[in-house]
């Protein structure tokens, strides 16, 4: 049976409370969960070699075979080779640039430090990527039975952004996670999750064959809650980590770390990036010394303004479990660092020295030179793409704004003109333009949706309003309007609003299945008069006179439920043929592919042949009665 999301929340609440008062007892619960989903497993496996084993003794006293043999066998063998390929579980090599001790020995030296003190394996690799994050990684060789092989994830832009005293406890933080027996049960409760995930996975195509009778029922009962159960340990984990961190480097260090890879990874992600990406309408070829600026961008800062509104902003979201990584302010509060008066949080002071001048040293320019290489060869094609696309969208802004010199622009020519402006040159030098147009055409949906979007960006909740202007009059606009007030009430800490912009788009998405389910066929529906303009129905006459194998053409609407402003119009066509090819053919089946596609209704449609013959299906010849009897459906005849 699934679970609900509000069920999933509940329980998760509730083994939090348990874990709390009684982590080991919360841990043994985990672990015998974890052994039930691989007793369940084995006991299956066991089953099926029994039975087989049977049938080969079977065959061996009796010394005969016959068909229905061979089949049970193979009905057999099948559910075996999933489970066994499934546990055997497979982790792909995390991908980076390999950092040797010769090469940066103070690092390696800070690395060895942390690992006595937290008592944790050494790492088989440790990796410099070109992520703003740091991470363990844990691939195990042997599948389920484990033999780690340990990797030490580094992103550069991480060490350019904090100071090496902000970085070891980073580093502690990671190594906390492999720290003491604990870190070897979470490794293994990681793997039966993947074990899991990867029999399910393999069941899917082999359905037909029945293998998943087997594990569908249990599973559907047994994941929920195993998730729950594992995903509680996740977020504890965290704090684990947070706490080991704590004790080696200092609370304050670990504070200021986070609150450093909140506001910087925002500077990073709204004005670093963007400004790298905007040189495309000035620039044939990508920059070629990216990580290189990024770290004197990142050495220069920003001003105390912007970061303090990047640091409200963390502080204000709140724990969800979207995420197994607790809040930014909870974490603050588990350390101690952040008190009754979070307003009053400082922001932490400029780093002198970077982690990565410290630990990587007289390696660091050849290190950064490799990044900003390798960024540059991936992004050339795309780069050289975009800039054509970026100068012929120019060429567009400008033949428009002479011609709103010189007079009063069209309603599509005045959003060409908006939405380019706000993308080529900004979005602030956007938003008049768009108000302007707004103002004239006041339900425009695009112009609204972008309008909302720049304002929610400033963080001017009136946005919500434009958005929700945007929703109006056009369902397929929900979802993704949904989705952006959605994520702005989240970044702003507002879940309760949030979550009822998330429920109303998951509402929407069951209208649209449920609307493309309505309009995917057409059998005993209801069909009325298509009611459209001659001038559409001459349109549409001249569109079928360009198809010779047209014979007659008969149009009407299908009566909807869901969306009915968005007409489903029915086409109904008689073909010619030859006398000897009565039924419908390969060749009518593109015909209609091509009139579905090509032909322009004003709003969706679906086509069909109804050639008045006994060897057409039933379902088409009523079709083709009824759409002969509605008044004005007769549009075409050859």
């Known amino acids: 049976m699934a679970i609900t999301e509000q069920q999933f929340d509940a329980l998760i609440q509730r083994l939090e409370n348990v874990a709390r008062r009684q982590p080991g007892l919360y841990k043994l619960r985990v672990g015998l969960l974890a052994l039930l989903g691989y007793a369940y497993i084995f006991s299956v496996l066991a089953g099926l070699l029994a039975v087989l084993a049977l049938l080969v003794l079977a065959v061996f006293w009796s010394g005969r075979i016959n068909f229905y043999m061979v089949k049970l066998g193979i009905l057999i063998l099948v559910p075996v080779s999933i489970i066994l390929k499934s546990l055997w579980v497979?982790?792909?090599?995390?991908?980076?640039?390999?950092l040797h001790r010769h090469q940066v020995p103070r690092l390696f030296q800070l690395i060895d430090k942390l690992t006595k003190a937290l008592d944790a394996p050494r790492f088989h690799r440790i990796l410099l990527t070109d992520d703003f994050n740091a991470g363990v990684f844990q691939r195990p060789r042997l599948g389920i039975f484990g033999w780690q092989q340990n990797y030490l994830l580094l992103g550069l832009p991480l060490m350019q952004a904090l100071s090496p005293a902000q970085l070891s406890a980073v580093l502690a933080h990671e190594l906390g996670h492999l720290s003491g027996n604990h870190s070897r049960f979470n490794a293994w409760i990681y793997r039966v999750r993947q074990t899991y995930f990867q029999i399910l996975q393999r069941l899917q195509p082999s359905d037909g064959q029945g293998s998943s009778v087997l594990f569908q029922g249990f599973f559907n009962w047994y994941a929920p809650f195993f998730s729950a159960y594992s995903f509680v340990l996740a977020r504890m984990n965290e704090y684990?980590?947070?706490?080991?961190?704590?004790?080696?480097?200092?609370?304050?260090?670990?504070?200021?770390?986070?609150?450093?890879v909140e506001i910087k990874g925002k500077f990073l992600q709204g004005s670093f990036w963007p400004g790298v990406l905007k040189q495309v309408s000035e620039r044939v070829e990508p920059p070629a010394t990216t990580f290189t600026n990024m770290s004197g961008a990142l050495a220069a800062g920003?001003?105390?303004?912007?970061?303090?509104?990047?640091?409200?902003?963390?502080?204000?979201?709140?724990t969800s479990n979207g995420d197994t990584h607790p809040c930014l302010a909870d974490r603050l509060s588990?350390?101690?660092?952040?008190?009754?008066?979070?307003?009053?949080?400082?922001?932490p002071a400029a780093v002198g020295v970077s982690a990565a001048q410290e630990y990587l040293g007289n390696a660091l320019p050849k290190l950064t030179a490799y990044f900003d290489l390798t960024w540059k060869e991936q992004n050339e094609t795309p780069w050289?793409?975009?800039?054509?696309?970026?100068?012929?969208?120019?060429?567009?802004?400008?033949?428009?704004?002479s011609k709103a010199k010189k007079g009063q622009l069209k309603e599509e020519e005045a959003w060409n003109r908006a939405h380019l402006t706000a993308e080529l040159k900004g979005s602030e030098a956007g938003i008049p333009l768009l108000r302007e147009l707004l103002a004239n055409h006041p339900t425009h949906a695009g112009a609204n949706y972008l309008l909302g979007q720049i304002l929610l960006e400033q963080n001017d909740a009136t946005g919500i309003g434009h958005i929700e202007k945007a929703m109006s009059g056009n369902p397929h606009n929900v979802i993704p309007c949904c989705e952006a007030i959605y994520y702005w009430l989240k970044q702003q800490g507002k879940l309760e609003e949030a979550k009822l912009y998330q429920e109303r788009a998951e509402k929407h998405c069951e209208i649209m299945l449920r609307s493309q389910q309505e309009r995917y066929f057409v059998s005993g529906d209801e069909l009325t008069p298509h009611n459209l303009p001659p001038a559409a129905v001459h349109e549409l006459r001249q569109q079928l006179s360009g198809y010779p194998q047209v014979k007659e053409a008969y149009l009407a609407q299908k009566v909807v439920k869901y969306f009915p402003e968005q007409p489903l119009y029915v086409l109904g066509v008689t073909v010619q043929r030859a006398w000897y090819k009565l039924a419908v053919s390969d060749g009518d089946a593109k015909l209609l592919n091509k009139l579905a596609s090509e032909l322009n209704f004003p709003g969706g449609a679906y086509v069909l042949v109804i050639n008045p013959v006994s060897d057409e299906s039933g379902c088409s010849k009523k079709i083709g009665k009824i759409l002969r009897k509605i008044e004005g459906a007769a549009i075409y005849r050859y």
């Open 302 to 318: 920003f001003s105390n303004q912007d970061a303090a509104q990047w640091l409200d902003q963390a502080l204000a979201q709140k």
């Open 384 to 401: 050289r793409q975009k800039y054509a696309s970026v100068q012929e969208s120019l060429k567009q802004l400008r033949e428009l704004e």
């Open 240 to 260: 684990e980590a947070d706490r080991c961190a704590k004790e080696i480097a200092g609370a304050q260090n670990m504070a200021e770390a986070l609150i450093n």
């Open 90 to 98: 497979t982790f792909p090599p995390p991908t980076g640039l390999e």
């Open 334 to 347: 588990a350390l101690g660092y952040l008190g009754a008066g979070r307003e009053q949080l400082p922001v």
